[in-house]
């Protein structure tokens, strides 16, 4: 028992330094709080460039089935947008405003949004349509869209696998567990933790949204009826995919309204210039 216990603590010790190793933050605070500190084991070359061929795998598909870009005006509306929002992400990282961003629309019933890593935007017909979003608040779904990549929430979630699976492999080892174990042990890591944005990455996407958004000049009391929209549609029925990693509570909405006396001088200001 002695032994075991020393070799749990050893593989603790272990794993805490691997960590702490790739431990950093990719943004800046700013007005709303952004720097807390990530684990980050991966680069973000790597994680760029599979999101580059991803992103062109998904244009492909909806381009071979007529779907992408279709509706010129409503192309014309989110990327007028979207760059708005590109030219304020420099007070949460440096480095933001000059990635290679690019803006499609996929004609599609779906209420989706997705912000790649190194700022691949894509919007989905239906949330605009469907929901009847005003420019303010598809400022605020893209401001929370591309919050998640300032953040760099992927990089972070692929880390956390690799340093759980880590210490799978460590357990399995040590323990005798044996690899099939280990295996399964991840697999299920992957498919419960690793597989969407935690709660804690989608509460940061919406408080850097709603910073973006307001100092683009877009009003972020949007966020909140954005979001009773968003509630309305999921009592409808399945919930739109752009917040499918837990629902849309009055809790969030309540959130919003506490960031309001934060957000608001950077709307008033943006809208004096």
Avoid at 79 to 101: C, E, H, M, Y
Avoid at 216 to 238: C, D, E, F, H, S
């Amino acid at each position: 028992m002695k032994l075991v216990n020393r070799t749990i603590a050893i593989m603790s010790l272990g794993i805490l330094l691997f960590a702490a190793a790739g431990c950093e933050t990719t943004t800046s605070g700013s007005a709303v709080g952004a720097n807390r500190s990530q684990l980050l084991l991966v680069s973000s070359e790597q994680l760029d460039q599979m999101a580059t061929e991803a992103y062109a795998k998904v244009k492909t598909d909806a381009s071979q089935k007529g779907a992408l870009n279709k509706d010129k005006a409503m192309l014309n509306r989110v990327r007028n947008i979207s760059t708005r929002l590109q030219k304020q992400t420099g007070v949460f990282r440096r480095d933001a405003p000059g990635w290679q961003w690019e803006v499609n629309v996929i004609s599609s019933n779906d209420l989706n949004a997705f912000c790649m890593p190194g700022g691949k935007i894509m919007v989905y017909s239906g949330l605009i349509q469907q929901l009847n979003l005003t420019d303010a608040e598809i400022a605020v779904v893209l401001g929370h869209e591309i919050a998640h990549a300032l953040r760099e929430h992927s990089r972070e979630q692929v880390s956390q696998a690799i340093a759980a699976q880590t210490a799978i492999g460590i357990g399995a080892t040590v323990l005798g567990v044996g690899q099939g174990g280990a295996d399964m042990a991840a697999t299920g890591y992957q498919a419960l933790v690793a597989t969407r944005f935690s709660r804690n990455h989608e509460t940061e996407a919406d408080r850097m949204g709603l910073e973006l958004s307001a100092r683009a000049g877009y009003n972020p009391r949007a966020g909140v009826t954005l979001w009773q929209k968003m509630i309305g549609a999921n009592q409808g029925g399945r919930p739109p995919e752009f917040m499918s990693s837990h629902p849309a509570e009055a809790s969030r909405v309540r959130e919003i309204e506490k960031l309001l006396p934060t957000v608001m001088p950077l709307y008033e200001a943006a809208a004096r210039s």
